[in-house]
């Protein structure tokens, strides 16, 4: 089936930037939808970011507009999140997923995606 490993997570102050990268690997599919979901502590798992389909529109948060970007490589490979201006807020354990057959009104669910990875630690703290 699919892996999805992250990497790219750690400490950073408030007003920094870290990039996150997810390793696909595994049978894939080229219409497969890649998202990227936080879970803060004592929180329950949150839409962060995703790339819907072969189509290639991307769909953020509120909380992640104009600060967060959600890219990934021609062969499908790596899928990535650039995080600017990072808040103490937006640390979470941050994961990646990937469905092959959700629809648009679904991706900012997570039980619509049958792929994660294991998760990365982002900490924003002074």
């Known amino acids: 089936q699919v892996q999805l490993v992250e990497s790219g997570g750690g400490l950073m102050q408030p007003g920094g930037s870290l990039r996150l990268s997810c390793a696909v690997s595994g049978r894939t599919s080229s219409s497969s939808t890649m998202a990227w979901f936080r879970q803060p502590p004592g929180k329950e798992r949150e839409f962060v970011a995703a790339i819907f389909r072969s189509g290639g529109r991307t769909y953020y948060a509120d909380f992640a507009k104009g600060r967060f970007t959600i890219s990934r490589d021609s062969a499908k490979t790596t899928v990535s999140l650039q995080m600017n201006s990072l808040k103490p807020e937006d640390t979470a354990v941050y994961y990646c997923?990937?469905?092959?057959?959700?629809?648009?009104?679904?991706?900012?669910?997570?039980?619509?995606?049958?792929?994660w990875g294991q998760g990365t630690q982002v900490t924003v703290s002074s």
């Open positions: 997923a990937s469905d092959e057959r959700l629809i648009l009104s679904s991706l900012r669910f997570p039980d619509s995606y049958d792929y």
